[in-house]
């Protein structure tokens, strides 16, 4: 049978707690210290090696949990078993313990002390002057929610890698800013990705994309809000020089079930790439230009881009101009986005969807699309045009800015819609707020401007539609932006971005 004893650390220990009686009291209120648990197998259950043996936080470790790196000396208060157990003679520990030393937790066991306290840990009591303690982040909540290296709660920002241990706690806030994990923040946007790849700093939360500029990298998947992949994007250069010397090779290099973009590089001269393209199937190709320049596509048929059931087709920064007769785009049971582009002087129209096709036309001008042949007509499918200028011109017959029948879906928002002579809209379906015509369109808010006047445009007989002289002020405070809007006109100049904020009607926003 061995034999109990008590241990010369615990005797030094005792003898060290009778002194505090007189003078200072020592509390420990933390009822995770390890003289609490079971001494040094709590250590090295917790820290392993680096601190394996457990002391009284009055003498040892006063900013910790008692364990300790070395092993206290016999004079020291050293706890192997805990308080609850003996130590036995060969050093290990009897659970059956009759007691075990007691340190002082409250005034009757250390004596009445006129000096200060010293407390650590959650629940301490009114005496503790510190910050809240801990030993994991399970302790900690709200804004210190971290539990950091002197023991304290804290917030994210006074780690050492606030981020990582953001990311620890969650893949969805793994960015810490302002002591806080949340999405992203400025400087760190590369938080966000996925369906979600833009950040809104203002909010520090991820939010899909909805213009090409937010994915600098590839282009934006506006239907999904991601971006593409960026190993999916070449270049187009008719000069030579890149992946591809024409935008249709670059479109059938695209296969079915495929996505990719096709950066396409302007040629000198005002020189058009002269081909057509056709893009049907379970194909999502982005075609935009390159930044700073305009690239123009002159069709050898009609129309000269047509989108077929299946596809869906962004366009940006696009010039299909100069077309001879033919139509410019034609969308048949696909998709369409139109950012930036000029649909001008294409003798046989400027855009037309059908057979359930959709378009939609953001910051971009549709006009001077040949002698009475309308901007943009819609057959038996749907089209959502924002901030855009739509202009037909009449000599014979009766063309349309816009024009659809009894089976169509139309939304129109902050645009221009304007004829040289006849009725600006045919079309009886059409949803139209705070746009302008030469009569007021029939909707929310839409302003009359009267007969159109040349000089309110840069070039009305090309269909270049920026504004200039008195056509600022007709199209001014008109428009009204709303969150989702683009955030800049078709020259790259900046939209109030304020939800509700007045604005110029049309493309353009001088």
């Known amino acids: 049978m061995k034999t109990q004893y008590t241990s010369p650390a615990l005797l030094a220990c005792a003898a060290f707690l009778g002194s505090l009686a007189l003078g200072l009291a020592c509390r420990i209120d933390n009822d995770q210290h390890c003289t609490f648990r079971e001494g040094n197998a709590t250590c090295q259950e917790r820290y392993g090696a680096e601190r394996p043996y457990c002391a009284s936080t009055c003498v040892e470790a006063p900013d910790r949990d008692g364990c300790v790196s070395e092993r206290p000396s016999d004079d020291a208060c ?9 130590v036995l003679e060969d050093d290990s520990c009897d659970d059956a313990a009759e007691g075990g030393t007691t340190e002082a937790s409250g005034s009757e066991e250390a004596g009445s ?6 407390s650590m840990g959650p629940g301490a009591g009114s005496e503790s002057t510190g910050p809240e303690g801990c030993i994991g982040d399970e302790d900690c909540e709200g804004a210190t929610s971290f539990c950091g290296e002197a023991g304290v709660c804290v917030g994210c920002d006074e780690l050492l890698d606030g981020d990582a241990a953001c990311a620890g706690v969650s893949a969805k806030t793994p960015v810490c800013a ?3 994990c949340v999405a992203c923040a400025a400087g760190k946007e590369d938080a966000c990705g996925g369906s979600t790849p833009v950040c809104d700093t203002a909010a520090q939360t991820c939010v899909p994309c909805g213009f090409h500029f937010q994915c600098p990298e590839s282009a934006c998947h506006i239907q999904e809000g991601s971006c593409f992949p960026a190993d999916r994007v070449w270049m187009v250069d008719g000069g030579g020089g890149e992946n591809f010397s024409s935008v249709s090779a670059g479109v059938a290099s695209i296969g079915a079930g495929e996505m990719g973009v ?11 790439y002269q081909e057509n393209l056709s893009i049907s199937g379970d194909r999502i190709i982005a075609i935009i230009a390159a930044d700073g320049e305009g690239p123009r ?12 059931s299946g ?20 969308v048949s049971g696909g998709e369409a986005w139109l950012d930036a582009c000029r649909v001008v002087q294409n003798d046989g129209g400027g855009i037309s969807v059908n057979s359930n096709g959709h378009v939609v036309v953001r910051n971009s001008f549709v006009a001077a699309n040949g002698n009475d042949e309308d901007a943009i007509t ?18 014979f017959e009766t063309p349309a800015a816009l024009r659809c029948n009894a089976g169509a879906s139309v939304d129109v928002r902050n645009s221009v819609v304007i004829t040289t002579q006849n009725p600006d809209i045919v079309c009886t379906p059409a949803l139209i707020a705070n746009s302008a015509g030469e009569v007021a369109p029939p909707g929310q808010d839409n302003v009359a401007v009267g007969t159109v006047q040349p000089g ?20 001014q405070n008109i428009a009204r932006w709303q969150l989702g809007d683009p955030p800049y006109d078709i020259r790259n100049n900046e939209r109030p971005t304020t939800d509700g904020a007045s604005d110029f009607a049309g493309a353009h926003a001088p």
């Open 297 to 308: 596509i002159l069709g050898t048929n009609d129309p000269t881009i047509t989108v077929g």
């Open 113 to 118: 002390s006129s000096g200060p306290s010293t």
């Open 178 to 180: 302002g002591g806080t």
């Open 311 to 330: 596809a869906t087709v962004y366009l940006e920064g696009l010039r299909v101009a100069l077309n001879g007769q033919a139509l410019g785009v034609q």
């Open 262 to 272: 096709l950066v396409v590089r302007e040629l000198g001269g005002g020189v058009s």
């Open 78 to 86: 050293y706890y192997p078993c805990g308080r609850d157990r003996s």
């Open 378 to 395: 819609v057959m038996g499918a749907s089209a959502e045009v924002v901030y855009s200028s739509l202009m037909a011109f009449t000599q």
């Open 456 to 475: 309110w445009f840069v070039g009305i007989a090309t269909g270049n539609l920026e504004l200039q002289g008195a056509g600022i002020s007709t199209f």
